[in-house]
């Protein structure tokens, strides 16, 4: 006696109704994410950029998430940049995010940066994620 699973056309029609909801309705600002085809555009640089013009603490004005809960939840995102030794090619990065569940969380992840020789306004950055994915 063989039995025959449910079919797979429910599922894969369910799929691509929501792929297709989420192309009609992609609004970036509401969602955080968009849809195209190709590779990721490479941003321009610029030639004469100045790192130590940039140090200090950056606070995000709005904050984007493709998950609403943790916007909602989320706040004060924030980057401070710092030079490492007075070194003009490298700065230590925090990005700190408070979390507000009844009770105050700081997410914190911590790295640093460093500008490529080889391409002048480009960094490269270390991030030290917590948890498993530690470095």
Request: aromatic residues 12%; glycine residues 8%.
């Amino acid at each position: 006696m063989s039995t025959v699973g449910p079919s797979p056309l429910p599922v894969l029609s369910m799929v691509l109704v929501t792929l297709l909801m989420l192309m009609v309705f992609n609004h970036n600002d509401v969602l955080g994410f968009q849809f195209e085809l190709g590779f990721c555009p490479r941003p321009k640089l610029m030639n004469d950029f100045n790192l130590t013009k940039y140090l200090g603490t950056w606070h995000q004005q709005k904050f984007m998430t493709n998950l609403p809960l943790l916007s909602s939840i989320g706040k004060c995102p924030k980057q401070t940049l710092a030079s490492i030794n007075n070194q003009a090619d490298t700065v230590s990065v925090i990005n700190s995010l408070t979390f507000d569940l009844g009770y105050k969380y700081n997410f914190v992840v911590k790295g640093f940066g460093k500008a490529v020789p080889e391409e002048v306004g480009k960094l490269e950055f270390n991030l030290r994620l917590p948890g498993k994915y530690s470095t």
